[in-house]
């Protein structure tokens, strides 16, 4: 089926541009950008088209862009399926305009063999209406002792190697791990936490947290645990990316790797770019993450950080957690919240703030996080798959939390009011998800 999209706004990332036009899809692929104002039949004659075998589709102005890729959904299988599956999962990314869900290994068990990795990928091929790419654990039980099959498991499919948020503490081992993964040329995903210091902490170090009573960490371990990764990759020459960057203090370190042609990029959550310490209020266990929720003067330079490119990408590091461990106490209660149907709606309030321009949001969510991991997806461009989201950037609501396709409702969005929705999905030009 050839399918035409007409009367878009379309949001090209790899341009920087945010346009009227036209795209026309077959075979899966974007076959060619078109300007405003092209004529149906016309095209469709000097193109070959029979429009019988032909679909058009009116976008009425609204805003047409690649789909999100997004790095580092936590979906619970193995080990519990409860609180998230992959046909959860895969209907909730859909309905959020994620066209890849990049998953983590954090599973129980880990994934950290070829024969865990290969339930997963079959699962997701079953159940999932998106493209499903698997991380793989570094090291076996994400335990920090002993790294995994890194050569069997990327032949078995795993596009990254990453221990989440279990820091590898022991030097030695990390160092070997990532000289190994560069001789395979396998990406690390690490999450930069120095892990004494920020061990049980539910706040960042802030007056805030002394008046609410509660563990805190200062922002300088995440800088701590950044200068020791990149002191790692001068040595070893790995291909390294940094999951979360959430605090002023890390920025420099990260630029000055980054100048010294490291092959470093590093991501940020939608939550740490649009909440901040002062969210958690009356010890809102919806609000606890990991790493904490951290000032607003943070916040203000990540946001930053990603305009500027030095952020390379944006995640919603979706982690469903079951209203059992989040109606504990807040130091007591699990940390995480889902994110795969609130990411657009929540990155569109740095749009409306006027903080972020669409090309680059999406720059963020769609191209470079495809690039990073060698895909051709995330671009409006001939050639591309036709992997796209069609959404109302202006249109207001209220979260409920009740509606959201997955099985946790852990957001801390419900009851706010948000703007932008989507409103159709399409993986490979074949519709996956179509609001009512």
Known sequence: MTTLFINARLIDPEAGTDAPGAVLVADGQITEILPEGTQVEHLFRARNIDPAEAKVVDCGGKCLAPGIVDIGVKVCEPGERHKESYKTAGLAAAAGGVTTMVTRPDTNPAIDSPETLEFVTRRAQADTPVNVLPMAALTKGREGREMTEIGFLLDAGAVAFSDCDHVVANTKVFSRALAYAKSCGALVIAHPQEPVLSAGAAASSSKFATLRGLPAVSPMAER????????????????????????????????????NGLDITAGTSIHHLTLNELDVADYRTFFKVKPPLRAEEDRLAVIEAVRSGLIDTISSMHTPQDEESKRLPF??????????????????????AEQLDLPTLFRAMSLNPAKRLGLACGRMSAGAPADLILFDADVPFVLDRFTLKSKSQNTPFDGQRMQGRVLATYVAGAPVFRRD
């Open 224 to 259: 701590m645990g950044l200068d020791r990764d990149i002191a790692l990759l001068e040595m070893t020459g790995a291909r390294y990316h940094a999951d979360q960057i959430t605090t002023a203090r890390a920025l420099p370190a990260l630029e000055r790797a980054k100048a």
């Open 331 to 352: 130091e007591e209660a699990a940390a995480g919240a889902v994110a795969l149907e609130t990411l657009l709606p929540a990155a569109l309030r740095l749009y409306h």
